[in-house]
């Protein structure tokens, strides 16, 4: 039956509008996330540009939502990404990236001020520690003195297309035995006192904010700010180019979110959905049976009236009647059309 717009009341049309909105918002509240440093945030503060910049690279890109997944690929030319992690690395996860690093993984750990990540480099075999006293530098910065531009950088590979870092209400790396890769102008500060003053106990210096160490057969890389991969500061001089190097260095990308802030639903079940073999099997089944079905119930009949199916059990006089009555605009060949095809349901269905 041809319907047009005329056709529909304007409360349906409204009701309509409003149910495909409903539907849009919550496909799409669905698939994002809001937390701090998700790969599916799509604002500010989020990683997506960096989920985004990972996917385009040569390298296999892999969202780790349960540590149980490093085992699933070699650990040689794979880097894995630990942003600002929101539990404790302990038992098995602990160990299972523990054994990531010691057969050739490289981790990187990023954060600021949280309270997990120093141990998750003790774990790991790092002797890289986070200060965890805000860095700033009056000269060498971006928009404030709390955005300090890190200028002195190596020649490492990972940093060797970066002219500068940007780091945004960081800390610093206290080294240990690790090489630094990047740090502070002359004028950085720890404010130690956190009162946004250079103060007499307060020592003016070049303080590392990326280092890296070799662990077993593999890297441990500290990022004393996890904001240097957001999605404001990534388009910041030398932060890309300083995740491009770490990309481009390695075959497989890890971004574990296994101890951050939950991936959202639909996110969630499109990852699942990649990981199992069976359960693609199962939705590629179920998609060609709905298809079969949907197309023989096309070829078994069709009819210009919406309410056929609730007229089968009147007899032809009778449907003729109630056609006639209730759409008397409709011409005469069209009503005999709905009438053969409800009397030809009717029939079939006396058959079977």
Do not use: C
Request: proline content about 5%.
């Amino acid at each position: 039956m041809d319907v047009s717009l005329s056709d529909r009341s304007l409360p349906e049309l409204i009701a309509g509008a409003y149910i495909v909105v409903v539907i849009v918002a919550l496909i799409v509240a669905a698939s994002t996330s809001g937390a701090a440093f998700g790969a599916f945030t799509f604002s500010w503060e989020g990683t997506s540009d960096l989920r985004g910049a990972a996917d385009a690279s040569d390298a296999d890109l892999q969202i780790v939502t349960n540590t149980a997944q490093y085992a699933d690929q070699p650990a040689n030319n794979s880097v894995a990404f630990v942003l600002s992690p929101d539990e404790a690395y302990t038992g098995e996860d602990r160990e299972r990236l523990q054994t990531f690093v010691e057969n050739g993984g490289t981790l990187v750990v990023a954060d600021a001020f949280g309270s997990h990540s120093n141990a998750l480099l003790d774990d790991v075999g790092a002797s890289a520690r986070f200060n965890g006293d805000p860095l700033r530098d009056e000269q060498e910065y971006y928009r404030s003195p709390a955005l300090p531009v890190a200028t002195n950088v190596s020649d490492h590979p990972y940093v060797a297309q970066s002219e500068s870092i940007t780091i945004n209400r960081g800390t610093v790396v206290e080294p240990g035995e690790a090489t630094v890769l990047a740090a502070s102008s002359e004028y950085g500060y720890l404010d130690t006192n956190r009162n946004e003053e250079l103060d007499d106990a307060e020592t003016l210096g070049s303080y590392p904010v990326v280092t890296a160490e070799e662990v077993g057969d593999g890297e441990v890389v500290a990022v004393s700010d996890p904001s240097v991969f957001i999605n404001a500061m990534l388009e910041r001089p030398g932060n890309e180019a300083f995740a491009e190097g770490l990309f481009a260095l390695h075959d497989r990308i890890l971004f574990d979110t296994s101890h951050s802030t939950d991936i959202p639903p639909t996110a969630m079940a499109l990852l699942t959905l990649r990981e199992s073999a069976a359960l693609q099997l199962a939705l590629g089944g179920g998609l060609v049976l709905s298809i079969m079905t949907l197309g023989q119930r096309t070829l078994g009949g069709r009819s210009d009236d919406p309410d056929a199916d609730e007229r089968v059990g009147l007899s032809e006089p009778e449907l003729r009647r109630l056609l006639e009555d209730r759409h008397p605009d409709w011409e005469d060949d069209r009503r005999e059309r709905v009438i053969t095809t409800i009397m030809s349901r009717k029939k079939r269905s006396e058959n079977d």
